[in-house]
């Protein structure tokens, strides 16, 4: 037992020797080997295993004196560590212990930080409770020396501070420091933004607080200059403001002038919502952000280091890796950006801009590449090495950081879920006959289809080549054969996004999927039916909420991108987004189609879209008003409900409504049906006052508004609704239709005649002196023609009138006709009936109209054998030049001949 204690103590000492003496690079590789040999231990172990390992450790923890022994030898080894300790080797502790602190509280819930905080008040109140007065007056004693030497330490960082800050404003450009003002601004309004009204209280009296010494201090010198720069300041915003109130905005943006200043103030994000806690402006929609509570989803959750220093700090490093952050995120990504149609530019050509056309796709290949191909995408990251990892991932873009590279690497295969599913598959894959799968659909037990959860590991799995799997699952082969394509990713795949953007989902969580439901406002539980769009799910996780950390939307240029991607899913997956390129080839190309399907989608736009914002503005606001005959209002039902609606009372229409309204509203009846919007609304199937808007002269009750009423368009082929249109647009306060067919106490029978009555139709008087022109140079044949186009397309006023007075005209041929075989007594009935029919077969060989439907009565077909075209063909003959023809030819007939003649 002694060897053994000797042996243990020599390990110890040769151990703390080399811990010592190691680089933070040696001891970082050290401690990603410890834990990667403890995760890869972990995985193999079998639940037997498992539970004797977790055995052992009870047991060797299970009694007080041992576990009391193991801490005072922890205290005394980690005092004589400290005490050896260098200060350079103290301050790496402290460091990294403070970032590994960070890092803990950042990825804390709320429970888990509570009861942290009450152990140690616990731990606090038991030592507290237990030690001497001669303990407590050391500690205090020891806590007054660190506040003083903290307080002279601050004091000493705050002059330094002011110092370089003051050399470093002394020297700087007026380009720098615009660019300098600028950034704090932004951030100053962020910080406003997102904090409390506590907090802005709290902020608001420090700031009293601090004038208020200052100004005390202050020389009456300084106090001069001092109010001289206010004054200065406070002349200029006057002269600016006015000059953006005199300044006219249409069509600025073609006419840009860098003297002006084109910032808007549009106030503060004063709205949050009572459901989601979302902040907003004044003016955007009250559902826009989780549709008043229908939508709830937990946040991706803050990203950890370093991340997150470096999307928040502001440095020369940070500043580059936000500025090529869409490079970071290509080096990491799991799939690859496709199109099924690709522009590539001429030679010497430069590529602003990205184009394509078709679909645009993410793909995704094999685990390991093809013989002496290089690994890219996924495939990085089954790399056994992490610094071949890092290596790799330089070479594919080059101009990246190679320490953040392997910072970023090293979270990733720490928190991400997906890669760590993808990496346990593959080292679990029992030989090439078998697949790695991803399910589409698959929910972790117990969870709600609602959230997008992290995946586990039970969700990517192992397959075999045959078993069966849904179109959308993503199904990976070890290896691919060379001619294999790469498998298109579903957008609608719950990795989808994960794959795509991996700094955004640092977690690996879920994007949008199909299992995503409302909730129900009534019950409080989840919706059975009703999912949640595609805009919805993105709108809610980019919207900005109190007390929560958004890292999407501080990902800058990414951030954008990922806008773009999305709307351009949300939009349409065969749609060509970006900029629609022109395609050279042999292939023929339907460009109209092309042309069509494809257009332009910025960042601007697709938050645009995604925020259900409106596109464009409508004002005034307009409110069609139906049109419809006595008793023609449409009626919809079903074989179920026709017969209850065939007993039912007619529906009101806005029009039958707005008829009852002229009969019981006094103003009312000083409104065309056109008006009765400004003054009233449709609600309920009536109309009601508006409780809103500008007050009426004369009329206290009223109100008005700036709706304008457009009564939907009829077709004059329609004639009589044409002509009830023509009314209502003339007649005021109107009470019924036979109102409306009413003039001077006399009711006509149709809309026409009224409209006629009323002055709204012109007379005929042009197309009088037409036909009257055409009779005396053209024959009635064409006289015919012209009247039956006049009839069908040119809407005459009183075409029974211009039939009465030019029917002879219309007929003489039919007359002369009639006077040589019957003389000068016939039937001028029968002429005139021939006449109206042959004009009414040209009119409907021109439309479906009859004569009637013009206001002239319809000709009696049956009339025509008697009286028609084949009998006047028939009897169409000279008798005395015939008699001479007989008299002089007969007689020249051969036999055969004269037999046929006298037989007929």
């Not at 030898?73 to 403070?98: G, Y």
Request: proline share 4%; net charge positive.
């Amino acid at each position: 037992m002694i060897d053994r204690n000797d042996r243990l103590q020599r390990n110890r000492l040769a151990t703390r020797e080399a811990r010592n003496v190691e680089t933070q690079e040696t001891r970082n590789d050290r401690l990603q080997r410890n834990r990667l040999a403890t995760r890869e231990a972990r995985n193999v172990e079998t639940q037997e295993t498992r539970n004797d390992r977790l055995q052992r450790n009870r047991l060797a923890t299970q009694t007080q004196e041992t576990r009391n022994d193991r801490l005072q030898r922890n205290r005394l080894a980690t005092r004589e560590a400290r005490n050896v300790e260098t200060q350079e080797t103290r301050n790496d502790r402290l460091q990294r212990n403070r970032l590994a602190t960070r890092e803990a509280r950042n990825v804390e819930t709320q429970e888990t930080r509570n009861d942290r905080l009450q152990r140690n008040r616990l731990a606090t109140r038991e030592a507290r409770n237990i030690e001497t007065q001669e303990t407590r007056n050391d500690r205090l004693q020891r806590n007054r020396l660190a506040t003083r030497e903290a307080r002279n330490t601050r004091n000493d960082r705050l002059q330094r501070n002011r110092l370089a800050t003051r050399e470093a404003r002394n020297v700087e450009t007026q380009e720098t420091r615009n660019d300098r003002l600028q950034r704090n601004r932004l951030a100053t309004r962020e910080a406003r933004n997102v904090e409390t009204q506590e907090t802005r209280n709290d902020r608001l009296q420090r700031n009293r607080l601090a004038t208020r010494e200052a100004r005390n201090v202050e020389t009456q010198e300084q106090c001069v200059h001092r109010l001289q720069e206010d004054r200065t300041r406070h002349a200029q915003r006057r002269r600016v403001r006015a000059d953006m109130n005199n300044f006219h905005w249409e069509n600025a943006a073609f006419e840009y002038d860098a003297n002006i200043s084109y910032e808007c103030p549009i106030g503060k994000m004063s709205s949050v919502c009572e459901h989601c806690g979302a902040r907003k402006w004044r003016l955007e929609a009250p559902g826009m952000c989780c549709s008043n509570g229908k939508i709830r989803l937990p946040i991706i959750g803050i990203p950890p280091e370093p991340l997150q220093s470096l999307l928040l700090e502001d440095n020369p490093r940070t500043k580059a890796f936000q500025k090529n952050i869409r490079k970071y995120n290509s080096a990491f990504q799991m799939t690859s950006f496709g199109t099924t149609m690709k522009h590539n530019p001429a030679p010497g050509e430069w590529a602003s801009t990205f184009r394509v056309q078709g679909q645009v796709y993410n793909a995704i290949g094999a685990l390991q590449p093809q013989d002496e191909q290089k690994p890219s995408f996924l495939q990085i990251y089954f790399m056994g090495d992490l610094d071949e990892q890092a290596k790799r991932r330089s070479e594919v873009v080059p101009t990246l950081d190679h320490q953040i590279v392997h910072q970023l690497q090293e979270m990733l295969h720490t928190n991400n879920n997906l890669i760590r599913g993808f990496v346990t598959a593959m080292e679990q894959l029992p030989s090439e006959e078998h697949r790695v799968i991803f399910r589409a659909d698959r929910l972790p037990p117990g969870e709600h289809a609602r959230c997008f959860n992290e995946p586990i590991a039970h969700e990517i799995a192992v397959i075999m080549v045959d078993e069966q799997h849904g179109n959308r699952d993503i199904v990976l082969k070890t290896k691919d054969a060379p001619d294999q394509q790469l498998q298109h990713i579903s957008e609608t795949n719950r990795a989808y996004d994960g794959l795509q953007y991996p700094l955004l989902y640092w977690n690996g969580c879920d994007g949008y999927h199909f299992g995503l439901r409302q909730y129900d406002k009534t019950t409080g539980a989840l919706h059975p039916t009703k999912k949640i769009s595609s805009m919805s799910f993105y709108a809610y996780q980019v919207m900005v909420r109190a007390g929560e950390f958004n890292h999407l939307i501080r990902c800058k240029d990414l951030f954008s991108q990922f806008l773009t991607n999305m709307y351009a899913k949300i939009e349409s997956a065969d749609r060509a987004v970006f900029v629609l390129g022109q395609t050279n080839g042999d292939n023929e190309i339907n460009e109209v189609e092309t042309f069509q399907t494809g257009r332009y989608i910025s960042s601007n736009e697709a938050a645009w879209r995604i925020f259900g914002f409106p596109i464009h503005e409508r004002y005034p606001p307009i409110e069609h008003l139906d049109i419809h005959l006595e008793n023609g209002q449409r009626v919809y039902y079903t074989p179920e409900n026709a017969a209850q609606i065939a007993q039912a009372p007619a529906r009101q229409t806005k029009l039958t409504a707005f008829f009852q309204l002229c009969t019981e509203e006094p103003f009312a009846r000083t409104l065309l049906y056109s008006e009765v919007v400004i003054y009233f609304t449709w609600s309920e199937n009536k109309w009601k006052r508006r409780k809103i808007g500008n007050a009426v002269e004369g009329h206290p009750e009223m109100k008005s508004a700036n709706t304008l009423g457009r009564i939907y368009t009829v077709h004059p082929n329609a004639r009589e609704c044409y002509f009830l249109r023509l009314l209502l647009n003339a007649v005021k306060g109107p009470q019924s239709f036979d109102s409306l067919r009413t003039v001077n106490g006399t009711v006509y029978p149709t809309f026409r005649d009224a409209c006629y009555r009323h002055g709204l139709l012109e007379d005929d008087s042009h197309w009088d002196n037409t036909l009257a022109d055409a009779a005396a140079t053209n024959m009635p044949v064409q006289l015919r023609q012209l009247f039956a186009i006049m009839l069908h397309t040119c809407d005459l006023s009183q075409p029974m009138q211009l039939w009465e007075k030019h029917k002879y005209s219309l007929c003489e041929d039919f007359r002369h006709t009639a006077e040589l075989m019957d003389g000068p007594v016939f039937n001028s009935d029968l002429i005139y009936n021939n006449a109206l029919i042959i004009i009414e077969d040209i009119v409907l060989n021109m439309g479906e109209n009859h004569l009637s439907f013009f206001g002239i009565p319809g000709p009696q077909r049956q009339e025509q054998n008697g009286f028609g075209q084949g009998l006047f063909r028939e009897r169409n003959y000279n008798v005395a030049e015939l008699t001479v023809l007989i008299e002089t030819n007969v007689p020249r007939l051969v036999a055969d001949q004269r037999y046929a003649f006298d037989r007929l």
